[in-house]
């Protein structure tokens, strides 16, 4: 059976299914290959390397299935020769917190993966260093005093000097070298005797950070700036938040994460195509230790629409409280993506569906959307809701009531219509009853076909008709509305049937969520192109009772998926967290999410000519927003208050700079009126330096 295994493993490593480009440094001897077999004895492994300096992301969903699961299906490895390790990539302290490092495990674990096992980068801090030191002494590492201005400039200059190599001219007449301090570096031919001292005393915390550094002696030639003597080492006095006190000295990224690949017996090493220029220090610096190299596979990112995938961004969504936090409903994180109702089983889903390539694309939330419905519609328990209630009393109740004869007005309705096994529940009309707002008008319309004065409608599962007689105001506001019910045999057939909640209700809180952004693809202006409709409350909405023992607030955990519901003809809904409601007391809050909507109804949902005209109102706006954006883009911050169309006939005095001093009526502006304006000015300067780099 081990023989059997093996040659399966031998029979993988020769697949081309997961391969990237070919470098020189790439290629394994044959004692390491021999090594790593009687190691992994027949085992592939895949690593999963987040870094824990956010919380985890739908990308990083994508990344999970690919390690955990779809690598090993293209590679056609067999269930019993998989293994994926966990690792927390936990090399900057400044970035990285206990929260966050609980947060990774609680998602991947709610995702459902089971690593083989869990590591962490800074467990390999002394190994690591200890290959440093076997760098220096190789002559392949030295410690350097450059500024990081003149890192910028040496980077710089080896740049222009590629590319002039790239096109056949000479780059010491295109680009001549000034001074050998700055390329290849004052430091870098010093002595080993020399590095080794003082890397020594950047370990013992003998320097300041940002004084010195250790840079690997690469190639300052290459068309690879990736390859410019890239720095391993910082000198950071930050405690580690899982190493502890122990270190002050912290290797970088591109430094570790190849070397614990290697160390872990990783096979294959997956990451994004971004990733693709960092193949050649990932290679060179295990060349350089001789070491397994692993087989990289870079596959492109996960671009969803109307969202942002940069933990930089997210951080800013936070930190400027543009939403509620990490885990807020409209976030991508895999916390966010739970609070709002979307369950391990939609996210896996999804993910597997796409699937994992090098071509780059945008994938349409739609897509997200509609697996989410597949997912929910045959698992969820339906219950009627309405966002908006109005009441509704029922003028002839009694009367009908009567009729009903002992079943009275409660009727059995099915959890679910198309899965008997989800039970059943009752709902009982009474007196008065309410309707959401959306399934009344005062004035009707040929293309609504809900309720209106003097209207019939349906009532679900009453089985009659729904008259409107009266409609009563508070002001412009409806306050109620006087009704009749009309369930006789000859009653004219309704064109659809909508839904109430009785009296006696829950009332509860409800989040409606739509696109975090206005537009598909966020650009460089991504703060501007935020959506200020992503999150709409309503707190006065109502739900039948019969789901009261469901909604406690004890069986709400925001490492789980919460109770799901469908509000019929409104969407999926979860609840949320912030529920406090006592189901024993009806006492509390009780708040839910929306999660998706459903598929619109055509037949019944058709747009009138009043909201197709509001619709292209509001598309028109947005398009006069956008050239106003385009235009201000053009305009030099000095500028600003002279040209933008904004401030045309406010000022008549300028200063040196631009900054306005009069009004145009010639009244000299306060400091405190100037100092605003100045603000204004950096926050288009800011906007405007942005626009020019994209």
Same mark, same amino acid.
């Given at each position: 059976?081990?023989?059997?295994?093996?040659?399966?493993?031998?029979?993988?490593?020769?697949?081309?299914?997961?391969?990237?480009?070919?470098?020189?440094?790439?290629?394994?001897?044959?004692?390491?290959?021999?090594?790593?077999?009687?190691?992994?004895?027949?085992?592939?492994?895949?690593?999963?390397?987040?870094?824990?300096?956010?919380?985890?992301?739908?990308?990083?969903?994508?990344?999970?299935?690919?390690?955990?699961?779809?690598?090993?299906?293209?590679?056609?490895?067999?269930?019993?020769?998989?293994?994926?390790?966990?690792?927390?990539?936990?090399?900057?302290?400044?970035?990285?917190?206990?929260?966050?490092?609980?947060?990774?495990?609680?998602?991947?674990?709610?995702?459902?993966?089971?690593?083989?096992?869990?590591?962490?980068?800074?467990?390999?801090?002394?190994?690591?260093?200890?290959?440093?030191?076997?760098?220096?002494?190789?002559?392949?590492?030295?410690?350097?005093?450059?500024?990081?201005?003149?890192?910028?400039?040496?980077?710089?200059?080896?740049?222009?000097?590629?590319?002039?190599?790239?096109?056949?001219?000479?780059?010491?007449?295109?680009?001549?070298?000034?001074?050998?301090?700055?390329?290849?570096?004052?430091?870098?031919?010093?002595?080993?005797?020399?590095?080794?001292?003082?890397?020594?005393?950047?370990?013992?915390?003998?320097?300041?950070?940002?004084?010195?550094?250790?840079?690997?002696?690469?190639?300052?030639?290459?068309?690879?700036?990736?390859?410019?003597?890239?720095?391993?080492?910082?000198?950071?006095?930050?405690?580690?938040?899982?190493?502890?006190?122990?270190?002050?000295?912290?290797?970088?990224?591109?430094?570790?994460?190849?070397?614990?690949?290697?160390?872990?017996?990783?096979?294959?090493?997956?990451?994004?195509?971004?990733?693709?220029?960092?193949?050649?220090?990932?290679?060179?610096?295990?060349?350089?230790?001789?070491?397994?190299?692993?087989?990289?596979?870079?596959?492109? &990112? #996960?671009?969803?629409?109307?969202? *942002?995938?940069? %933990?930089?961004?997210?951080?800013? +969504?936070?930190?400027? =409280?543009? $939403?509620?936090?990490?885990?807020?409903?409209?976030?991508?994180?895999?916390?966010?993506?739970?609070?709002?109702?979307?369950?391990?089983?939609?996210?896996?889903?999804?993910?597997?569906?796409?699937?994992?390539?090098?071509?780059?694309?945008?994938?349409?939330?739609?897509?997200?959307?509609?697996?989410?419905?597949?997912?929910?519609?045959?698992?969820?328990?339906?219950?009627?809701?309405?966002?908006?209630?109005?009441?509704?009393?029922?003028?002839?109740?009694?009367?009908?009531?009567?009729?009903?004869?002992?079943?009275?007005?409660?009727?059995?309705?099915?959890?679910?219509?198309?899965?008997?096994?989800?039970?059943?529940?009752?709902?009982?009309?009474?007196?008065?009853?309410?309707?959401?707002?959306?399934?009344?008008?005062?004035?009707?319309?040929?293309?609504?076909? &809900? #309720?209106?004065?003097?209207?019939? *409608?349906?009532? %679900?599962?009453?089985?009659?008709? +729904?008259?409107?007689? =009266?409609? $009563?105001?508070?002001?412009?506001?409806?306050?109620?509305?006087?009704?009749?019910?009309?369930?006789?045999?000859?009653?004219?057939?309704?064109?659809?049937?909508?839904?109430?909640?009785?009296?006696?209700?829950?009332?509860?809180?409800?989040?409606?969520?739509?696109?975090?952004?206005?537009?598909?693809?966020?650009?460089?202006?991504?703060?501007?192109?935020?959506?200020?409709?992503?999150?709409?409350?309503?707190?006065?909405?109502?739900?039948?009772?019969?789901?009261?023992?469901?909604?406690?607030?004890?069986?709400?955990?925001?490492?789980?998926?919460?109770?799901?519901?469908?509000?019929?003809?409104?969407?999926?809904?979860?609840?949320?967290?912030?529920?406090?409601?006592?189901?024993?007391?009806?006492?509390?809050?009780?708040?839910?999410?929306?999660?998706?909507?459903?598929?619109?109804?055509?037949?019944?949902?058709?747009?009138?000519?009043?909201?197709?005209?509001?619709?292209?109102?509001?598309?028109?706006?947005?398009?006069?927003?956008?050239?106003?954006?385009?235009?201000?883009?053009?305009?030099?911050?000095?500028?600003?208050?002279?040209?933008?169309?904004?401030?045309?006939?406010?000022?008549?005095?300028?200063?040196?700079?631009?900054?306005?001093?009069?009004?145009?009526?010639?009244?000299?502006?306060?400091?405190?009126?100037?100092?605003?304006?100045?603000?204004?000015?950096?926050?288009?300067?800011?906007?405007?330096?942005?626009?020019?780099?994209?």
């Amino acid at each position: 059976m081990a023989t059997d295994t093996a040659a399966a493993a031998a029979a993988i490593s020769t697949t081309n299914a997961l391969t990237g480009r070919e470098l020189e440094w790439a290629v394994n001897s044959p004692e390491l290959l021999a090594e790593h077999a009687s190691i992994n004895k027949g085992i592939v492994r895949t690593r999963f390397p987040p870094e824990p300096n956010g919380y985890l992301h739908i990308g990083h969903a994508k990344s999970m299935n690919m390690n955990f699961s779809l690598a090993f299906d293209k590679l056609g490895v067999p269930m019993e020769s998989r293994r994926t390790v966990f690792r927390y990539d936990d090399t900057n302290p400044d970035a990285e917190t206990p929260e966050y490092i609980d947060s990774l495990r609680r998602d991947l674990e709610w995702l459902g993966w089971k690593p083989e096992k869990t590591t962490y980068s800074s467990d390999n801090f002394q190994k690591l260093y200890e290959l440093a030191v076997e760098l220096i002494k190789r002559g392949l590492a030295y410690v350097c005093d450059m500024t990081k201005a003149e890192m910028e400039a040496q980077r710089d200059l080896a740049k222009k000097r590629s590319s002039a190599r790239a096109v056949g001219k000479d780059p010491d007449e295109e680009f001549p070298i000034p001074s050998e301090d700055i390329l290849p570096g004052r430091s870098r031919n010093t002595s080993v005797e020399r590095n080794l001292k003082l890397f020594e005393e950047m370990r013992l915390g003998l320097h300041a950070e940002g004084t010195l550094t250790l840079r690997l002696k690469m190639d300052f030639e290459s068309a690879n700036p990736n390859m410019y003597d890239l720095v391993a080492y910082r000198i950071r006095y930050t405690p580690h938040p899982h190493a502890g006190k122990g270190w002050c000295i912290y290797p970088n990224y591109d430094f570790t994460h190849g070397i614990c690949d290697s160390l872990e017996r990783i096979d294959y090493s997956i990451c994004t195509l971004e990733f693709e220029t960092r193949r050649e220090p990932y290679y060179w610096i295990l060349w350089a230790l001789d070491m397994y190299r692993p087989k990289v596979y870079e596959m492109s &990112r #996960l671009n969803l629409e109307y969202t *942002v995938l940069s %933990k930089r961004r997210l951080l800013k +969504l936070v930190n400027a =409280k543009y $939403v509620r936090g990490w885990d807020d409903p409209r976030m991508p994180t895999i916390s966010g993506l739970r609070r709002r109702g979307y369950t391990k089983e939609i996210i896996n889903t999804f993910c597997n569906d796409v699937g994992a390539t090098r071509a780059m694309n945008v994938i349409d939330m739609a897509k997200l959307f509609q697996v989410a419905r597949m997912k929910l519609a045959d698992t969820t328990r339906r219950a009627m809701a309405c966002l908006e209630p109005i009441k509704v009393v029922i003028s002839n109740f009694a009367e009908e009531a009567a009729k009903a004869g002992e079943a009275g007005m409660t009727f059995e309705v099915q959890n679910s219509p198309t899965d008997e096994s989800l039970g059943m529940h009752s709902v009982t009309m009474t007196e008065s009853i309410f309707i959401d707002s959306e399934d009344f008008r005062l004035e009707d319309d040929p293309n609504y076909f &809900r #309720l209106a004065p003097n209207k019939p *409608v349906g009532l %679900k599962y009453f089985g009659g008709n +729904l008259i409107c007689d =009266k409609v $009563v105001k508070d002001g412009e506001k409806i306050k109620e509305l006087k009704c009749h019910v009309d369930n006789s045999a000859d009653r004219p057939k309704p064109k659809s049937h909508i839904t109430w909640v009785p009296s006696d209700g829950i009332t509860c809180e409800v989040r409606v969520y739509n696109h975090l952004f206005t537009v598909p693809e966020p650009s460089d202006l991504w703060e501007d192109e935020l959506n200020p409709e992503s999150e709409v409350l309503y707190p006065n909405a109502i739900i039948d009772p019969s789901v009261l023992s469901l909604v406690d607030k004890n069986n709400v955990d925001k490492w789980q998926s919460n109770q799901a519901l469908q509000f019929e003809r409104l969407g999926y809904f979860v609840v949320d967290i912030d529920t406090t409601f006592d189901s024993s007391t009806n006492e509390g809050k009780l708040v839910f999410n929306r999660t998706v909507n459903l598929k619109e109804d055509k037949a019944v949902k058709k747009v009138s000519d009043a909201e197709a005209e509001k619709k292209r109102k509001h598309a028109e706006q947005q398009r006069k927003d956008a050239e106003a954006r385009d235009i201000l883009m053009k305009i030099e911050p000095k500028d600003l208050f002279r040209l933008a169309p904004e401030y045309q006939g406010k000022y008549s005095k300028y200063d040196d700079t631009g900054l306005p001093t009069h009004l145009a009526d010639g009244t000299e502006l306060t400091k405190s009126a100037m100092k605003k304006l100045d603000k204004e000015r950096a926050k288009h300067a800011k906007k405007f330096a942005k626009n020019k780099k994209n």
